[in-house]
Structures are given as C-alpha cells and as structure tokens.
T-cell receptor, first 113, second 111 residues
Framework: DAGVIQSPRHEVTEMGQEVTLRCKPISGHNSLFWYRQTMMRGLELLIYFNNNVPIDDSGMPEDRFSAKMPNASFSTLKIQPSEPRDSAVYFC???????????FGNGTRLTVT | GEDVEQSLFLSVREGDSSVINCTYTDSSSTYLYWYKQEPGAGLQLLTYIFSNMDMKQDQRLTVLLNKKDKHLSLRIADTQTGDSAIYFCAEDAGNNRKLIWGLGTSLGVNP
C-alpha cells in the first residue's frame, strides 16, 4: 500500500485566499484524522471522521476551517479565507478502526503571506 | 486537564543507549504510543504498549511503563545516526480517539 497520500506537499498563498488540502487514506481504513503541527502548539487534532462521518470537530479553530469526506477514499480540509496564523504543517492520518494506531501522511506545509 | 510532557532535547553518542522519558496525567489511558518524525515527513508509529503491561521489547526498542507514577520511557539500544529524529509520546485517553500528544523530544546522535 502507498500509505496515506496528501497533496499538495507545499502550499504558499496570500492572505484572504482559499486553500484546499487533500488526503487519500489507506484503503480499508475506516477512520481519518486531520492534524495541525506548529512549533508553538505541537500537534493539534482538528477533526476526525469514522466511516466518512465527522465524529469530533471541536478542534477546528473557527468557521474559516471546514472538512469533508465525501467517500472512503478522499477527504479535504478547506480554509477560507486564509490568514498568516494558519501557516503550519497539516497532517492527515488514517486508522483501520477507531482504536487502532494512526498512519500519517507526509503532510502539507502551508505558508500564508 | 489531560497533559503529556517530554523533555525537548536529548543528545547521545553513536553506539550509546538513548532513553526518552514521558509523563502523562490520565490514569484511564488504554494505550500509550511512541511515534518518530524525521525531517519533512509525517509521524511513524514506532511501538505502543497496552496499559496493563509493564514492558515491551522490540529489537533495539524497549518501552517501560510505570502506571503508578504515570511514566513512560523509550530506550533505544546502540543508537545510530539514523535514529536522529523527533520522538513523540501519546496517550489514548479513551473512546473519543483524542490522542493526547507530547511536544516531542528531538534526539541528536553524535558520531
């Protein structure tokens, strides 16, 4: 298996623009997680899905952030409008089921200028 | 609230053993995990231990769990330069799947 695939690897955008991050989980995994990593706050769970249904989105910073999982093999995290403080590395991870270990993608490094 | 703490840096000489320590606060944790992050990459699961175990060994890795003191450690025997990375401790604080993460320990290995 190719593992969790995220795109793009790097994204540089201007403040106010819409940003869409993409994730393809490992085939057969039922749970998908979006994390944000910064030096100051470490790893933060933004949202997670189980069987394509959002279970906990309490980590989503504000209404500018939204996530979807239209099917078992694809998820998006959208930021609209983006702000400089959104600059971070965003990771997607999947797991076989809710209580299984997480498998991470290589992340998307987002820079908002 | 729930918290996981790790020291931020550790430096060892190649061939020595490395011991990375972690303390946590939630006594109801089911699993405790160690993940490794190399530069520019995602986190890779190294090993995990079930909360009713005291020790787990996997080749050069030894995990020790002291539930009374809520202390977890990862020992890497015969540390190599390829072990240089950031090591994260995480606890599974229950059925809501919110892993509680430490800030990571950056391990530097000197030749």
């Amino acid at each position: 298996d190719a593992g969790v695939i995220q795109s793009p690897r790097h994204e540089v955008t201007e403040m106010g623009q819409e940003v869409t991050l993409r994730c393809k989980p490992i085939s057969g995994h039922n749970s998908l997680f979006w994390y944000r990593q910064t030096m100051m706050r470490g790893l933060e769970l933004l949202i997670y899905f189980n069987n394509n249904v959002p279970i906990d989105d309490s980590g989503m910073p504000e209404d500018r952030f939204s996530a979807k999982m239209p099917n078992a093999s694809f998820s998006t995290l959208k930021i609209q409008p983006s702000e400089p403080r959104d600059s971070a590395v965003y990771f997607c991870a999947s797991a076989l089921e809710a209580n299984s270990p997480l498998h991470f993608g290589n992340g998307t490094r987002l820079t908002v200028t | 609230g729930e918290d996981v703490e790790q020291s931020l840096f550790l430096s060892v000489r190649e061939g020595d053993s490395s011991v990375i320590n972690c303390t946590y606060t939630d006594s109801s944790s089911t699993y405790l995990y160690w993940y490794k992050q190399e530069p520019g990459a995602g986190l890779q699961l190294l090993t995990y231990i079930f909360s009713n175990m005291d020790m787990k060994q996997d080749q050069r890795l030894t995990v020790l769990l002291n539930k009374k003191d809520k202390h977890l450690s990862l020992r890497i025997a015969d540390t190599q330069t390829g072990d240089s990375a950031i090591y994260f401790c995480a606890e599974d604080a229950g059925n809501n799947r919110k892993l509680i993460w430490g800030l990571g320990t950056s391990l530097g290995v000197n030749p």
